[in-house]
């Protein structure tokens, strides 16, 4: 009787770890690869860093810092579109070519500024990378998971460059006012008039600023150009170090907007918000420096399921970042890639 009652709750035990089990004993018949995800929890709002990362976390922070100013400065940037117009229909008006002078001068410095702050931001990419990359841990799981202060500072640097990216794409002020003040400088030069904002951009620097602004997502170039150069200085470093960094960025934001104990962990939406957006920053910055990207069948990072956790929000809150995948990646269109991630974007 004892033996049958021990047999009973060996069942138990056993039908216990089965229901418990199942979905990852599913989860490791049914997948391709055997690697289990990196499943983990990123403290976004409160990561510290140790003393080991104190010296790259305080760089970057510098940085970081005035990240908010420069968002600030793009959204409320206006353009001098009315006083371009009005001196290039009334050429001979002397006055209102001044007036459109007058306007377009502090906005090339503020557009300068931008610019400059891109330069600045690849700067504190690469010294993140060169610490995320390195060879103190195993693996890049174990970089993340350890290093989260430096993570979370890498997650801001994407949400940065999405941020700007959409405000610059929405105002296409920016690039007419570059052109006019170009164009005008040119004149002022032929007919060797002396131009006061000519000490705000030299005619180089203006070439830069004007490829800088020429570009649909320039601050995402600026990241992908930085990462692409990190990797080619970097010959002693394998390219995966770098790759799945990216892939595994991607991932842990993945599972931790997919998975209800975690999620419940943060304790505010923006948060959520700002991972979605974190999650396809990385997603489009491994498309352009992982040699076959994102949505090939040999990438690391799971298309389907982020797309997915995407369009799991509310509608019409992704909006832009679904957009940032359909019309920002690279590899997209390639024949390679799956027809149901294809469709997944098109719906």
Not at 57 to 85: F, N, P, S, T
Not at 185 to 190: D, E, P, Q
Not at 245 to 256: D, I, Q, R, W
Request: glycine share 4%; aromatic share 8%.
């Amino acid at each position: 009787e004892a033996e049958q009652e021990r047999g009973v709750i060996d069942i138990q035990h056993l039908l216990t770890f089965l229901y418990r089990n199942m979905g990852n004993l599913l989860k490791v018949l049914t997948c391709t690869d055997l690697e289990q995800e990196p499943n983990f929890f990123l403290d976004f709002e409160n990561a510290q860093p140790t003393d080991a990362e104190r010296e790259v976390w305080d760089q970057v922070d510098v940085v970081l810092k005035d990240a908010k100013g420069i968002l600030d400065e793009l959204q409320a940037y206006k353009g001098a579109g009315q006083e371009i117009r009005e001196a290039i229909q009334n050429p001979n008006d002397e006055a209102l070519q001044e007036q459109a002078w007058a306007a377009v001068v502090p906005l090339v410095g503020k557009l300068k500024k931008f610019y400059q702050f891109s330069q600045r931001l690849e700067a504190a990419l690469h010294s993140l990378l060169g610490a995320l990359t390195s060879d103190t841990y195993d693996d890049t799981t174990q970089h993340l998971e350890r290093e989260q202060a430096l993570a979370k500072q890498f997650a801001e640097i994407l949400h940065f460059t999405l941020r700007f990216d959409e405000l610059k794409m929405t105002n296409p002020a920016i690039q007419n006012d570059f052109s006019y003040y170009r164009r005008t400088l040119s004149r002022m030069r032929i007919n060797n008039v002396p131009a006061e904002g000519e000490n705000e951009v030299n005619n180089e620097l203006a070439n830069r600023i004007s490829l800088f602004y020429a570009d649909a997502t320039p601050m995402l170039k600026t990241l992908s150009d930085g990462t692409t150069k990190f990797v080619s200085e970097n010959k002693n470093l394998p390219i995966e170090n770098t790759t799945d960094c990216l892939s595994t960025m991607a991932t842990v934001c993945k599972v931790m907007l997919e998975t209800p104990e975690y999620r419940s962990r943060f304790t505010s939406e923006e948060t959520v918000s700002f991972c979605l957006r974190v999650m396809v920053g990385v997603i489009i910055l491994y498309d352009y420096v992982h040699p076959v990207g994102a949505f090939a069948k040999s990438s690391k990072i799971d298309m389907k399921g982020c797309i997915k956790v995407l369009k799991d929000q509310p509608p019409n809150s992704v909006d832009g970042l679904l957009n940032a995948l359909r019309y920002t990646t690279k590899h997209l269109n390639d024949e390679s890639t799956n027809k149901t991630i294809k469709s997944m974007l098109q719906s």
